[in-house]
């Protein structure tokens, strides 16, 4: 059975970082991609980034500049670093584990980010 874990949320004040993780264990198998969505309340949910099991890496508009995902294969861990923290990037961020194989997508259970201002 996989698992998909996030941690590393939490409360910061505008301007400020946080740094996410999204760690995967279990039976992992063969990965397309990796990305990091956010929902904040009252809205849909909406991708964040990306990073295929090349290493290619996208971004949503209002994050580029700020935010970087990456990758520690070793750890089987997926990190989003957060810079410039801004109010509107308040959100319950979740991680998700898309496989080439059934079950193709696996979502971790979230963890909350409150920015300040």
């Known amino acids: 059975q996989v698992q998909v874990v996030e941690s590393g949320g939490g409360l910061v004040q505008a301007g400020g970082s946080l740094r996410l993780s999204c760690a995967a264990s279990?039976?992992?198998?063969?990965?397309?991609?990796v990305g990091w969505y956010r929902q904040a309340p009252g809205k849909q949910r909406e991708l964040v980034a990306t990073?295929?099991?090349?290493?290619?890496?996208n971004y949503v508009d209002s994050v580029k500049g700020r935010f970087t995902i990456s990758r520690d294969s070793a750890k089987n861990t997926v990190y989003l670093q957060m810079n410039s923290l801004k109010p509107e990037d308040t959100a319950v961020y979740y991680c998700?584990?898309?496989?080439?194989?059934?079950?193709?997508?696996?979502w971790g259970q979230g963890t909350q980010v409150t920015v300040s201002s």
């Open positions: 279990g039976s992992i198998g063969s990965i397309a991609y």
């Open positions: 998700l584990l898309r496989r080439l194989s059934s079950p193709y997508e696996l």
């Open positions: 990073i295929t099991i090349a290493g290619s890496t």
